[in-house]
């Protein structure tokens, strides 16, 4: 299963990274996979304070990028939770100097037997070179860690 980034001629490309992937399983398992902090570890990060809950404030640890300015922990706040279908978050460094404003959106569908999950992280500043370069970076990343989900979902 490769998670490939859409490309786009739209102008929205400098300022969004979005990928769709499919995975032979239904929106309930994929879903329980996004919202269960243990399972969220194996193909995300480790989370502190996580549940579905829109308004729930919680963080996240990963690796820090110095290209990027990334600091390793993410702050994020649930925006939108639709069971099973879209979970939406804010997504900050916790230690920058001020909020990135990013959105990371991921939206489940029914197909055949399977699931399309359509991924969206929003926000970038086209005009921010250390943004756009943090947008090359995290499109990599998020097939990479599609990739980890499907490997999480199979076994």
């Not at 490769?2 to 239904?26: D, G, K």
């Amino acid at each position: 299963m490769n998670a490939t980034p859409e490309t786009s001629a739209q102008p929205e490309a400098a300022t969004s990274v979005v990928i769709e992937q499919s995975y032979p399983h239904a929106p309930a398992v994929v879903w329980q996979a996004l919202t269960t902090p243990e399972l969220m570890a194996r193909w995300l990060m480790t989370s502190q304070g996580f549940a579905p809950e829109v308004g729930r404030r919680f963080t996240m640890q990963g690796r820090p990028m110095e290209a990027a300015r990334f600091s390793g922990v993410v702050a994020s706040t649930v925006l939108e939770v639709t069971a099973p279908h879209r979970l939406s978050l804010s997504w900050d460094d916790a230690h920058a100097d001020r909020p990135t404003g990013w959105v990371v959106t991921w939206e489940l569908r029914a197909e055949g037997d399977g699931t399309r999950l359509l991924l969206t992280h929003s926000g970038f500043d086209p005009d921010d070179a250390t943004q756009q370069v943090a947008r090359r970076i995290m499109s990599g990343g998020w097939a990479h860690i599609l990739g980890a989900l499907g490997r999480v979902l199979g076994g």
